[in-house]
């Protein structure tokens, strides 16, 4: 599985901000995407990251992150 959160963050410049969202060409589900916030968990625990706003669906399932890059 790959770690949407930290593609993502290697991207960026520090101060940038953008969204993850799954991407279906790559193979995401929106239940395997469920595992990229976890990872931009751990990103923001070690002060790499913020996670200014989580956006979920209905049925509770986030389908999509907004971050920005800290470090």
């Excluded at 969202?21 to 002060?47: I, M, Y």
């Excluded at 956006?55 to 890059?69: M, N, P, V, Y």
């Amino acid at each position: 599985m790959r770690d949407i959160a930290r593609e993502v963050y290697k991207k960026m410049k520090v101060g940038s901000v953008a969204w993850i969202r799954p991407v279906a060409a790559k193979g995401d589900t929106l239940e395997s995407f469920q595992a990229a916030h976890d990872s931009a968990r751990l990103l923001e625990d070690e002060g790499l990251i913020d996670i200014e706003k989580v956006q979920r669906q209905a049925d509770g399932l986030i389908d999509a992150i907004r971050i920005q890059r800290l470090a």
